[in-house]
């Protein structure tokens, strides 16, 4: 991306404005010359990098986010069974 987008919210917001540029692109007529689509090949084939790459980061953050919820549990499951212990003795 030409532009320091980090929050995948700001991503996603980017990419839509792309598409709708796109679209613009499409109406306009240009399907009718080759220069009109290769233009929009090309877009194409950008926003295509762009979405993947943007699947990669959300496999990625989605395994970060499994990896923290079951440390997250497993401690909580350390600390019931220390309560349970502890209330018991």
């Known amino acids: 991306m030409s532009q320091n987008i980090t ?3 700001a991503q ?3 990419l839509a ?3 709708a540029g796109l679209k613009q ?10 220069a009109g689509l290769d233009a ?4 194409l084939a950008l926003l295509n990098e762009k979405l993947n790459h943007l ?9 970060m986010l499994c990896d923290r919820v ?3 549990s497993s401690r909580l499951e350390t600390q019931i069974k220390s309560v349970k212990y502890f209330s018991v003795h």
């Open 7 to 9: 929050t995948p919210e």
């Open 12 to 14: 996603v917001h980017h």
């Open 17 to 19: 404005q792309e598409l």
């Open 25 to 34: 692109l499409i109406t306009k007529g240009c399907t009718s010359s080759d």
């Open 40 to 43: 929009i090949k090309n877009e």
């Open 55 to 63: 699947s990669q980061k959300a496999e990625m953050l989605e395994g």
């Open 70 to 72: 079951e440390n997250i």
